[in-house]
């Protein structure tokens, strides 16, 4: 967990648009699988997108056709553009790693749709 971390959250109004953004420290997770899960207090955590090392993308049905994840494999960064946001989609958003090893995430940020 401790070569991933988040950036980006923040507070936005219904219908807005919001960008994270998470680095892979020393690119350790280059050519492997990530992405993004979502954890709203009290509820469980919920899968929200992946991008594979040649790109291929899947999406939650919640969130598809709203939000698209990038990734540039030269700055060991992926992203998530987030727009049409709705207020359950606040949640403390982690960025995460599938590999050989093991599932990995970073300490979070926290995004708040709200009026």
């Known amino acids: 967990q401790a070569q991933l971390k988040e950036s980006g959250g923040g507070l936005v109004q219904p219908g807005g648009s919001l960008t994270l953004s998470c680095v892979d420290a020393?690119?350790?997770?280059?050519?492997?699988?990530m992405g993004w899960d979502r954890q709203a207090p009290e509820k469980t955590r919920e899968f929200v997108a992946d991008i594979s090392g040649g790109g291929t993308v899947i999406y939650s049905d919640s969130v598809k056709g709203r939000f698209t994840i990038s990734r540039d494999n030269a700055k060991n960064t992926i992203s998530l553009d987030m727009k049409s946001l709705k207020p359950e989609d606040s949640a403390v958003y982690y960025c995460?790693?599938?590999?050989?090893?093991?599932?990995?995430w970073g300490q979070g940020t926290q995004v708040t749709v709200s009026s």
């Open positions: 995460t790693a599938h590999t050989s090893w093991g599932d990995f």
């Open positions: 020393g690119g350790a997770y280059r050519g492997y699988v």
